[in-house]
């Protein structure tokens, strides 16, 4: 079995999933009045990393709680609309060339996976009819009933994260890694990329580019 691993921020999406879903929250019809809420609770969190108190692994999960505090009165299938109603203006920044890739290794017979920090509903939102065997995202809490849980933590997939699950969901399975490949933008993919025998770094942020340059990988 042969995987392909794609990343989605930055790599089939072309820009940053969190400042669109700021946008979005500030500009919605019904939700905007809980915006200014949200914005004085990320701020400080935000100002920590830029003066460098505050590690960008945190930020990253603190901003993902913070976001969906801010929607802890919807019900499940009110958040999945909400992640819904951002399906077309995000798939206009799609990677034509990377949704290429994904739809050559479906050809190819292999175990096409996304795996992203982004919210796992807004994944399989944006990504319909695009062919995915696995989706892993950060999953947003509910109850059995179909409230949001306040009790639990969400747990963001990013780093090391994206790693563990990759290889919880394909425990048992004999994976031809050698001749697998991983799509990724950023230096926090290093750890997926290095799975495979096939790393491809697209469009890559500067640290991943040198170590591109200098493994011989191949540049998108």
């Given at each position: 079995?042969?995987?392909?691993i794609?990343?989605?921020?930055?790599?089939?999406?072309?820009?940053?999933?969190?400042?669109?879903?700021?946008?979005?929250?500030?500009?919605?019809?019904?939700?905007?009045?809980?915006?200014?809420?949200?914005?004085?609770?990320?701020?400080?969190?935000?100002?920590?990393?830029?003066?460098?108190?505050?590690?960008?692994?945190?930020m990253?999960?603190?901003?993902?709680?913070?976001?969906?505090?801010?929607?802890?009165?919807?019900?499940k299938?009110?958040?999945?609309q909400?992640?819904?109603?951002?399906?077309?203006?995000?798939?206009?920044?799609?990677?034509?060339?990377?949704?290429?890739?994904?739809?050559?290794?479906?050809?190819?017979?292999?175990?096409?996976?996304?795996?992203?920090?982004?919210?796992?509903?807004?994944?399989?939102?944006?990504?319909?009819?695009?062919e995915?065997?696995?989706?892993?995202?950060?999953?947003?809490?509910?109850?059995?009933?179909?409230?949001?849980?306040?009790?639990?933590?969400?747990?963001?997939?990013?780093?090391?994260?994206?790693?563990?699950?990759?290889?919880?969901?394909?425990?048992?399975?004999?994976?031809?890694?050698?001749?697998?490949?991983?799509?990724?933008?950023?230096?926090?993919?290093?750890?997926?990329?290095?799975?495979v025998?096939?790393?491809?770094?697209?469009?890559?942020?500067?640290?991943?580019?040198?170590?591109?340059?200098?493994?011989?990988?191949?540049?998108?």
């Amino acid at each position: 079995m042969k995987v392909a691993i794609f990343d989605f921020d930055g790599t089939l999406y072309s820009k940053e999933t969190f400042q669109l879903l700021m946008d979005h929250l500030k500009q919605h019809p019904t939700h905007r009045a809980k915006y200014k809420s949200f914005f004085r609770r990320i701020l400080p969190l935000y100002i920590g990393y830029k003066i460098k108190i505050v590690p960008e692994a945190k930020m990253r999960e603190g901003s993902m709680q913070i976001y969906a505090n801010a929607l802890n009165s919807l019900t499940k299938p009110e958040l999945d609309q909400y992640f819904e109603d951002m399906k077309e203006s995000m798939r206009q920044h799609f990677n034509d060339e990377v949704v290429a890739k994904v739809r050559q290794h479906q050809n190819d017979d292999m175990h096409v996976m996304l795996v992203s920090g982004a919210y796992t509903s807004l994944l399989h939102a944006v990504t319909e009819g695009i062919e995915f065997d696995t989706i892993i995202g950060t999953d947003i809490p509910f109850t059995e009933a179909g409230a949001f849980d306040s009790q639990k933590e969400i747990y963001h997939i990013q780093g090391n994260r994206k790693t563990e699950k990759v290889m919880e969901m394909l425990a048992g399975k004999q994976v031809d890694w050698e001749h697998s490949f991983a799509y990724g933008d950023s230096y926090s993919d290093l750890p997926v990329l290095e799975l495979v025998g096939n790393p491809v770094a697209v469009r890559p942020e500067e640290r991943l580019k040198q170590i591109a340059v200098d493994r011989n990988w191949t540049i998108m």
